[in-house]
């Protein structure tokens, strides 16, 4: 079945400092890929997806693009807030009829100091 | 708005008993998702419903679990005759639409984490 491995946390960073958070997956067919966030005591928010090769996901200076050839899906921002400092999961969609059954990372806790 | 909706957040139980959680999708999704998050493990998929049906159970037990989702109502989770190795955060997530007619958007709700003494 289909299985995603991220980097593992926890990852802490200054104000400012630039975010990479890689994933690799292995899955059958072409998944479409997500990032999903999880702020303390809330659920999980879906942060940025991509959906075919080359595809590049972006949202609140968050970035991710799909690399087929190598499998990877990693997360990257220029310049990081204490706001951001929440749970990351890596995920990919299932392919054909079904694409809702994710397949999540184990997460990866960023926290980020002022 | 309100998102998706678990209750309990936390819930204790002695080994032996039952559990059952609770999942109020949002406005207008009328399918819904249960995950369940092992301790140091990712999210893994349990069961997907539509009102009154259950599409694909692949990832539940075999025994002990069970899922509906009636036509009023919340969806409920249900595991009889709790284990430790039940314990566990659960997660609901609900969408608008039919997946077959492409990926859609998961929203997720805040999750019952279930121990079990």
């Known amino acids: 079945g289909d299985s995603v491995t991220q980097m593992e946390g926890p990852v802490t960073l200054s104000e400012e400092a630039f975010l990479t958070i890689n994933c690799t997956y292995t899955?059958?067919?072409?998944?479409?890929l997500f990032w999903y966030v999880q702020y303390p005591g809330e659920g999980l928010q879906l942060l940025l997806k991509?959906?075919?090769?080359?595809d590049k996901g972006s949202n609140k200076g968050f970035e991710a693009t799909y690399r087929k050839e190598t499998t990877s899906f990693h997360l990257e921002k220029g310049s990081v807030q204490v706001s951001d400092s929440a749970v990351y999961f890596c995920?990919?969609?299932?392919?054909?009829?079904?694409?809702?059954?994710?397949?999540f990372g184990k997460g990866t806790l960023l926290t980020v100091n002022p | 708005n309100a998102g998706v909706m678990q209750n309990p957040r936390h819930l204790v139980r002695r080994r032996g008993q039952e559990a059952r959680l609770r999942c109020s999708p949002m406005k207008g999704h009328s399918h819904v998702y249960w995950y369940r998050q092992l301790p140091e493990e990712g999210l893994k998929f349990m069961v997907y419903?539509?009102?009154?049906?259950?599409?694909?159970e692949s990832g539940m037990p075999k025994e002990r679990f069970s899922a509906e989702f009636p036509k009023e109502g919340p969806s409920i989770l249900r595991i009889q005759q709790v284990v430790r190795g039940d314990s566990a955060a659960y997660f609901c997530?609900?969408?608008?639409?039919?997946?077959?007619?492409?990926?859609?958007?998961?929203?997720f709700g805040p999750g019952t984490r279930l121990t079990v003494l």
């Open positions: 995920a990919t969609g299932g392919s054909g009829g079904s694409n809702y059954k994710l397949t």
């Open positions: 997530a609900s969408s608008p639409r039919d997946p077959s007619r492409g990926a859609s958007e998961q929203f």
């Open positions: 991509a959906t075919k090769a080359d």
């Open positions: 899955a059958t067919g072409y998944p479409s």
């Open positions: 419903l539509q009102k009154e049906n259950i599409i694909d």
